[in-house]
Each structure stands twice: as structure tokens, then as C-alpha cells.
């Protein structure tokens, strides 16, 4: 599968431009805050229906517009896929697959995968497990709808318990049997989505390794260290004893939205003793068991996005990066880079076809190839 | 829009209100009416305001009634033993249109959701406790089916209402879910089959 064109209009700092793609290497090229970054997340959006670095949907509109819309034509097996995004500010995204409007955003999920690689979103490790719980959350949805089903479902009666206990502490009163039905449902989907989590990680977490060995050059040990409140043998036990702290703190305090994924290198914690280079190589080499995992599930190689990776990693990184790109390891490739001569240098060395567009502002100068 | 005159304009914003109706449409009816003899316009008007003042609720069922007790709940050939709870009024009327159902209704006007500040108390579900516990013309209530959504909130409204009436000794049963006739298999969604399959019932030949 691969993406033939795009056309924007008014989204970010573009306000109307069209770009037809090749089926392999792609770069977006120009100064910082010209859009290339922009362009990435257009092919995102079209993907999942939402930014890869931006969670509110408004902030898509070029500024002083209150309206954006991303179109684009995926080839897939030789059918063309017409897909269709837009939304006016206030009112509800639409999106509309072959001019037929999806009913649920959900359905879209999975139908084209997609993984970026932006070297310099180190808070994937950094940050808390809000990051993580959402990048595999993320990534389970793309493998299988019946996950996302369920954690939509989850999300749901957690905001409804969490709105039920605030009411109780407001009012003062509180009938405790009005919160049985939804204890009742996070508990079973505790149960249910924690069982879709472990496994998922006992086959995901070794196909690490080789990829670090590869970019890092080196053989330390990583693994990923899954934990979760349902894991426990007592978990309905423990969810049910926490209520009279889910009645102070009005909110649920046991459930499978404290899980977190710890990575590791050496045995040791990747977040509090990796070096910087050390979280960049396992950023990496996460983003590329995802693309596996992908093309695993989906017998298709999923569309790779790589953002500004050559001013963010160091040569020898960009030269094994560089190697499974010449190798034809990956399928079509979006790329952004702030200077043209290097991309140009770096392709035309390794005799990798690319097709270059020149962007400035917001607008597509100039298309050249190598 | 600029509007001509404040009473278009007027008219327009009444009736683009209503579900489903833009302002488009709203000056479209609105010019409409204006070509009709007078007549139209005022039954019109008259047959809302009628609509809205004179319109009253079955105070068993809450179902809409011109009378203080809908025919239903007054029809002694239908079955008072037995009690459907629907969410709301077209479902009274989908139910009936089936002709498969001699029973009494119960409608719920709404199902809980604390997100949007909607409790059981906001529902008719203190009412159904009383019918239950009050037989109507000396009939008790032997079973009550619960036809809510099949929605997280019409889910957790009816476990609700179920573990409710269960305590105090009621059969509860709930409309079946699965398949639809002449539906295959393989294109019914993962949530709707593992429900079939769980709730499965006895096949008799
Ligand atoms: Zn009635």
C-alpha cells in the first residue's frame, strides 16, 4: 500500500497545495517552520484520523481560518482508496472513505498503518506512562479492532465512574449501587485488556534486541517491564478495597489506566540510567518492531514517516538507518530534512530514487528528483 | 444570512430549532407559508401549540395518552403480568408494530448517564419499583423485560434496574441480542457475535 497524493487546504500553514508521491523515498525539504513537519502529520492524520503532536483538532486550521481539510489516494493491490478529511471549527470531524462517510472513527483505525520515527520525542521515555499507555494503546488499535473496541468501552464507563464520584462528593449523597454497574465493567475489562497487553508484549518485546544491536552497535540486553493493577491475583479484590480512597480522591484509583511500560537496558531502568544516545537508539528500535508488528498483521508495509532524523542522530546511526532504507526494508518513505544538500548527498551516494520537494512557507516550490 | 424582513428572519430562527432543520431550509418553509392561504399557517401554528399544552403522559407508563390512562395500560386484554422497559416512546411503537408482544410497557424517558448529569431520579425508575410492588387491578407483576439500547449507557442502566428488582424476588429478562435475520456470520461484528454465542438459547425443532 502506499500513498499516490495528497491535496491540502488551510491546514496548518497550508492554505491550499497538492503533492503527488513516489512509491518509495520522499523528502520534504526546506527551512524549520516551513511545514515539512506539517506535511508529515497531514499523512498522519489521514492515517488515524488525528495529529501525531497535536490532540486538539482545532489547532489543524491554518491560523485565522476556521476550516481544514486533507484529502489523499492510497493505492492498495491496485485499488485506488479516496479518503477524505475535514472539520469546521465547532462542529464534528468528517471523514469519508471512497464517498462513503465513516459512522464511527474507530472503523478507520488499522486500515492504514503508519509509524514515525522523530528521533527528538524522547518523551515516549521520558515522560509518564500517560505517554506509553498511549503509544501501545495506540499501536494495539492499529492490530485489532476488538482491542480498540474495548478500551473505548473502558474509557467510557471510567469517565462515567470518575463523573459519579465527583457527583457523590459534591452532593453528599451516595448511592453506592448506582456505582456497581460500572465497578462491574472496568473490572471485567481490567481483566480482558490486561490479558491483550501481556501477550502482546511477550511477543513484541524480544523483536527489540536485533534492531538495537543494529543501530546502537552495541549488545546490551533491552526488554520492556509490563505492570498493571489487573495483573494481580486480588484485583477485583484490591479495585473494590480502594473505594473509600475513589470516594475521597473522586476518581478510580485501580484499573487498567495505571498500567505502564517500562523499558530497559543492562536490566536497569532505560529512563533513569540511558544515556542520551542509548534512548535514541531504543526509540528507534521500538518505532521499528512497530513497523514489524505491522507488517506481520497486516501482510503490507506500513507508510514510515522520519522526522528530522538527520540533524538528531549521529552518523553512524543515519548510516544504519540509511543501510535498511538501501536494502529496500521499508516501503514508502516520508522523510524531512532542513538541508537539501545533504538529503541529496546522502541519496544520490547511496543510488536510493528519491523524489524531493522543495517546500518555503507553506507552499510547494519546486519538485526534483534523484 | 441577511433576511429582507425581521418577521422572515424572525420565523427563520424559530423553525431552524428544530432537529435536523438549517437555516436553508427554515427560510425555504418559511416562504412556503407565505404563499398558503392564511388558513394553513394558523392550523399549523394552532395544532403545535395544542401540541405542546394539551398532550399529557399515562401516569403508569408514561407513555404519551390523550387520556389519564393510555389504552394500553387500560386494554384488559393485554397481559398486566408482565412489563417492558423502553427508553423511550418510538420504541413502544417499534415493539407494538412487531405484534409479538401482549404485554404492559414501561417507559424510562431517558437512561442514567452521570457524564451528562442524568440520575435515576431523572428517569422513571422510582415508578416501575411501585408498579411492581402495587399489582394493577389485582394482577401482580410476574416478569419484567428490559428492552433499553444496546448501548454502554442502556448496559448500565438495565444492570441497574435489573439488581434492583431482582433483590426484591421479580424474574428480569432482557431482549436477545445477535445476529440479524438474513445476516452472514462473517460480517456481524466481533461484539454483537461473542454476545450471540454467549447468550445463546436451546434450539427446538
Ligand atoms: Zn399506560
Known amino acids: 500500500m502506499h500513498l499516490k497524493n495528497i491535496s491540502l487546504r488551510q491546514f496548518k500553514n497550508f492554505s491550499a497545495d497538492r503533492f503527488e508521491f513516489s512509491e518509495e523515498v520522499n523528502c520534504f525539504l526546506g527551512l524549520n517552520g516551513a511545514g515539512k513537519t506539517n506535511l508529515l502529520d497531514a499523512i498522519h492524520y489521514l492515517c488515524l484520523t488525528k495529529s501525531a503532536f497535536q490532540s486538539v483538532d482545532q489547532f489543524q486550521m491554518l491560523h485565522g481560518t476556521n476550516f481544514f481539510m486533507v484529502k489523499g489516494s492510497f493505492i ?16 464534528k470531524k468528517q471523514l469519508v472513505l471512497n464517498g462513503k462517510p465513516y459512522q464511527k ?47 473505548v468501552r473502558y474509557q467510557h464507563f471510567l469517565k462515567q465512574r470518575n463523573a459519579l464520584l465527583k457527583q457523590f462528593h459534591d452532593s453528599g449523597k451516595k448511592d453506592l449501587s ?76 485501580k484499573g487498567i489506566h495505571k498500567d505502564d511500560y517500562i523499558f530497559t537496558i543492562g536490566g536497569h531502568s ?101 | 444570512m441577511n433576511f429582507p424582513s425581521r418577521l422572515i428572519e424572525e420565523a427563520v430562527t424559530e423553525i431552524s430549532r428544530l432537529p435536523g432543520i438549517g437555516k436553508k431550509t427554515a427560510l425555504r418553509l418559511s416562504l412556503h407559508l407565505l404563499k398558503q392561504h392564511e388558513s394553513v399557517a394558523s392550523s399549523l401554528a394552532q395544532s403545535i401549540i395544542d401540541l405542546r399544552s394539551k398532550t399529557s403522559y399515562c401516569k ?24 417492558c422497559v ?7 411503537l417499534a ?12 417507559v424510562l424517558g431517558g437512561v442514567i448517564s452521570p457524564i451528562q448529569g442524568r440520575g435515576p431520579e431523572d428517569i422513571h425508575i422510582s415508578s416501575l419499583m411501585e408498579r411492581v410492588n402495587t399489582p394493577l387491578d389485582g ?24 439488581r434492583k428488582l431482582e433483590a426484591i424476588g421479580i424474574k428480569v429478562s432482557t431482549i436477545a441480542r445477535g445476529i440479524p435475520v438474513g445476516g452472514e456470520l462473517e460480517f456481524t461484528d466481533e461484539v454483537t457475535l461473542g454476545r450471540s454465542i454467549l447468550t445463546r438459547t436451546n434450539y427446538s425443532t
Not at chain 1, 330 to 352: C, H, N, V, Y
Not at chain 2, 95 to 106: D, R
Open chain 2, 139 to 162: 394482577e401482580t407483576v410476574k416478569e419484567i423485560i428490559l428492552a433499553l439500547p444496546a448501548t454502554m449507557e442502556g448496559d448500565t442502566t438495565s444492570f441497574f434496574i435489573g
Open chain 1, 105 to 151: 472513527m474507530s472503523d478507520h483505525i488499522g486500515l492504514f498503518p503508519v509509524v514515525l520515527i522523530a528521533p527528538d520525542d524522547t518523551s515516549l521515555i521520558r515522560d509518564g506512562s500517560e505517554e506509553r499507555r498511549r503509544f501501545f494503546d495506540n499501536m494495539l488499535s492499529q492490530l485489532s479492532s476488538n482491542y480498540l473496541n474495548q478500551l
Open chain 2, 95 to 106: 415493539i407494538e408494530n412487531t405484534s409479538q408482544y401482549q404485554g404492559l410497557y414501561h
Open chain 1, 178 to 253: 448506582l456505582l456497581e454497574p460500572y465497578s462491574r465493567e472496568l473490572i471485567q475489562l481490567s481483566d480482558i485488556i490486561h490479558r491483550q497487553r501481556f501477550e502482546f508484549i511477550q511477543n513484541f518485546a524480544p523483536g527489540i534486541q536485533s534492531h538495537y544491536s543494529f543501530i546502537a552497535g552495541e549488545s546490551e540486553k533491552t526488554d520492556i517491564t509490563y505492570t498493571s493493577d489487573a495483573g494481580e491475583k486480588t484485583f477485583e479484590k484490591d479495585f473494590r478495597n480502594s473505594l473509600e480512597k475513589d470516594l475521597i480522591l473522586k476518581r478510580t484509583n
Open chain 2, 86 to 92: 423502553v427508553e423511550d416512546i418510538p420504541d413502544v
Open chain 1, 76 to 91: 492498495n493491490e491496485g485499488k485506488i482508496l479516496e479518503l477524505d478529511c475535514s472539520m469546521e471549527s465547532g462542529k
Open chain 1, 270 to 370: 532505560l529512563k533513569k540510567f540511558g544515556s542520551q544516545g542509548q534512548q535514541k537508539s531504543y526509540l528507534i528500535s521500538l518505532k521499528l518492531s512497530q513497523f514489524d508488528a505491522f507488517k506481520l498483521e497486516k501482510k503490507q508495509k506500513p507508510i514510515l514517516l522520519l522526522d528530522d532524523i538527520f540533524d538528531k542522530l549521529d552518523d553512524i546511526r543515519i548510516g544504519q538507518l540509511m543501510k535498511l532504507v538501501a536494502k529496500r526494508d521499508f516501503g514508502q518513505l516520508f522523510i524531512t530534512d532542513a538541508r537539501p544538500e545533504r538529503s541529496i548527498k546522502i541519496f544520490s551516494d547511496l543510488q536510493i530514487p528519491a523524489k524531493l520537494f522543495h517546500i518555503e512557507e507553506g507552499k510547494l516550490t519546486e519538485v526534483t528528483s534523484i
Open chain 2, 60 to 83: 403508569i407508563c408514561h407513555n404519551i395518552s390523550d387520556t389519564e390512562v393510555c389504552s394500553t395500560c387500560s386494554n384488559p386484554k393485554r397481559d398486566r403480568s408482565i412489563i
